[in-house]
C-alpha cells in the first residue's frame, strides 16, 4: 500500500467531494478517483459509498480513516524528528507515567539521569491509566512508558523490569491495627480494604481479588478508589485500609501509619516499556541509557 493512497483516501473522507479532495491536493479529479478505486481493489472492498450526492464513508472505510490518520501523523512525526535531528535541534521525546510510578524515587532518579545525559532531547512527560499508556505506545503517540506489572496489555511490548517492591498496608491512625507494624491477613478478614475499578488494571485488580479470596478478605465496592495513589489517599481521610506497593506509602502523614504484610504473595514490578517497532534511533540510545542505569544503580547483575 502506498503512503500517497492513503493521504488521497483521507483527504476524500475529510471533504466528502472527490472534486473538492483534488483541488485540495493539487491533482486532477480523475486521476484521484482512479488512485482511490487501486486502495479499494487492495484492500478488496469499497471504502466510499458513492450513493448520495454526497461521498460518505463505508464502515470499513471509517475503520481504514482512524487507521490512516494515525499512520500519517507517525511518518510527519518521524520526518519532523530526522529534520530536527540533522539541524542539530533539540529533539522531543515523550515518556507516559503510570499514576503509581509517578512518584516513585528510583524511577525520578532514571529521569534526572536522562535529563543530564541528552541535554538535547525535550523530554515530555504525560501521567495516564495504565490502559491508555499501552495505547498510546501502540499508536506511538508516547516512545516510553513507566508501568507496573502486572499488566495484560503490556505482554505484546518490549520492556525492561527496574525494580521490585512489596505491597503493604497503609492504615488509618485512628484504627486499632494502626499500632502494628506488621499484619497477616487474617488480621485485614474484619476490616475495610480498599479497591480499585477493574477497568483501572485488569491484571493487578485479577491477582489481588484472587489472593483476598484465598485469604478470605471480601472487599466492599462501595469503598473502591480509581487508582492505587487514591486508595492512599482516602486511607488518609479514614475510609478503609489500602493495600498499595510500598513507594506510595512514602512521605504520609501522622494520619496513617504503614505496616508490612507477611503473609503477601504478590510483588510490584516496575518497567520501562516501549513499542518493539519504534526503531527511533533518539528511543533507542536512551532506551539503552536506561539498561546501563539499571545494572549499575538498580540491581547486581554484572555489566555484560
Not at 478508589?225 to 485500609?241: E, H
Amino acid at each position: 500500500m502506498e503512503l500517497r493512497y492513503l493521504k488521497y483516501f483521507v483527504m476524500v473522507a475529510q471533504t466528502q467531494h472527490f472534486t473538492r479532495a483534488a483541488e485540495q491536493l493539487g491533482i486532477a479529479q480523475p486521476p484521484l478517483s482512479q488512485q482511490i478505486k487501486k486502495l479499494e481493489q487492495e484492500i478488496g472492498v469499497p471504502l466510499f459509498d458513492r450513493s448520495s450526492r454526497k461521498v460518505e464513508l463505508t464502515k470499513v472505510g471509517e475503520t481504514l480513516y482512524v487507521d490512516a490518520l494515525n499512520i500519517l501523523k507517525s511518518v510527519e512525526q518521524a520526518k519532523a524528528r530526522a529534520q530536527q535531528m540533522a539541524r542539530g535541534e533539540n529533539i522531543e521525546v515523550r515518556i507516559g507515567f503510570a499514576t503509581s510510578t509517578a512518584i516513585c524515587k528510583e524511577v525520578l532518579a532514571i529521569m534526572r539521569h536522562l535529563r543530564e545525559t541528552f541535554p538535547k532531547v525535550n523530554f515530555i512527560g504525560v501521567e495516564l491509566p495504565m490502559h491508555k499508556l499501552v495505547e498510546q505506545l501502540k499508536e506511538k503517540q508516547l516512545d516510553l512508558a513507566f508501568k507496573r506489572l502486572p499488566c495484560y496489555a503490556c505482554e505484546q511490548l518490549e520492556r525492561i523490569m527496574l525494580f521490585e517492591e512489596p505491597f503493604i498496608a497503609v492504615i488509618p491512625s485512628n484504627t486499632p491495627l494502626a499500632s502494628q507494624s506488621t499484619l497477616t491477613f487474617s488480621q485485614l478478614r474484619s476490616e475495610r480494604i480498599l479497591q480499585f475499578p477493574r477497568e483501572t488494571g485488569p491484571a493487578l485488580y485479577d491477582e489481588m481479588t484472587s489472593i483476598f479470596s484465598d485469604k478470605g478478605i471480601v472487599c466492599d465496592p462501595l469503598y473502591s478508589a480509581p487508582q492505587l495513589r487514591s486508595a492512599v489517599a482516602m486511607a488518609q481521610a479514614g475510609f478503609g485500609i489500602a493495600i498499595v506497593p510500598r513507594s506510595l506509602a512514602e512521605h504520609l502523614d501522622n494520619s496513617t501509619t504503614v505496616a508490612s504484610i507477611q503473609d503477601m504473595p504478590l510483588i510490584s514490578q516496575v518497567v520501562v516499556a516501549w513499542e518493539p517497532n519504534n526503531l527511533n534511533h533518539q528511543v533507542r540510545q536512551i532506551i539503552a541509557s536506561i539498561r546501563h542505569y539499571k545494572v549499575q544503580y538498580l540491581s547486581n547483575e554484572p555489566m555484560e
